[in-house]
């Protein structure tokens, strides 16, 4: 094992913690609400779908100007979400996050909406990108969450993350790295997660860690420095896992003297 303070040039300060990058992405999505269009209005005819797109590309415009205040008009009291976060952790999320990356921006497409009795449904895919100052370079995040929002008289009362995936990189030279993980599997079932590095090692250190954590409120908070990483010989990390009961972030760390990426993917459970 080696530890992280073999790599001076590294700041623990570039990473956010995982569920400020989670709630970062779902904003976007969330502002659907804001328009206040009646959940009648949008059964009706064709033309609504393009009304609801350009609604969304209104709330993107909104989300990307980090209006916090905003939140507490668009969610129920009643408001739950999938990963049992509460409106003040997502309030919370958000002021930090957008603090750490001021830049920080959305773009949201519509995939799909239906009603269901006095419900909307509404699912959305939402990519975000942003990048802050970091040891004189940049720090780059990127990410991607699909979800699927409910409706009751223009407010937000459910939210469900579909997929999730989030890379972050940092230094001069971060490596390279491509991940395959299954989207969803069968409790029990076996599945791999590798992440293959796409550039040569040549003399280079490298080390990593791939590691796998329950999706829970508690486990939001992601401390590099707690994490055991492994030199690694060539190609990447290669981890045969069974998959539990529950969902769960598959993550994979990786350091070279040049720049370190972190990548997060959800794993969805099929009842």
Not at 202 to 213: H, P
């Amino acid at each position: 094992m080696i530890s992280l303070r073999q790599f001076r040039w590294f700041d623990s300060r570039a990473l956010p913690t995982r569920w400020l990058i989670a709630w970062g992405l779902g904003f976007g999505l969330a502002l659907v609400g804001q328009a206040r269009l009646p959940a009648m209005e949008l059964s009706q005819a064709k033309t609504e779908t393009s009304e609801v797109k350009a609604l969304l590309q209104q709330f993107d415009s909104i989300a990307n100007q980090h209006k916090v205040d905003q939140l507490g008009e668009i969610y129920s009291p009643e408001f739950s979400n999938s990963d049992g976060l509460t409106l003040q952790q997502v309030e919370a999320s958000l002021q930090s996050l957008w603090k750490l990356y001021p830049d920080l921006s959305y773009k949201t497409e519509l995939k799909s909406w239906r009603q269901e009795g006095e419900a909307v449904i509404v699912e959305t895919v939402t990519n975000v990108t942003g990048n802050r100052p970091w040891l004189g370079k940049t720090a780059n995040l990127t990410g991607e969450v699909s979800s699927r929002q409910t409706f009751i008289n223009q407010k937000l009362v459910r939210q469900e993350v579909l997929s999730e995936k989030m890379t972050l990189t940092a230094g001069e030279k971060p490596p390279l790295v491509n991940v395959r993980l299954p989207q969803k599997v069968k409790p029990g079932q076996q599945y791999d997660f590798d992440v293959i590095l796409q550039t040569p090692l040549n003399d280079d250190l490298l080390a990593g860690s791939a590691f796998a954590q329950d999706i829970d409120p508690t486990n939001y908070q992601f401390d590099p420095t707690q994490v055991k990483l492994e030199l690694l010989q060539a190609g990447g990390l290669f981890k045969r896992v069974v998959a539990g009961d529950d969902p769960q972030w598959l993550s994979a760390f990786l350091v070279s003297p040049d720049g370190m990426v972190l990548v997060t993917q959800r794993l969805a459970i099929a009842p």
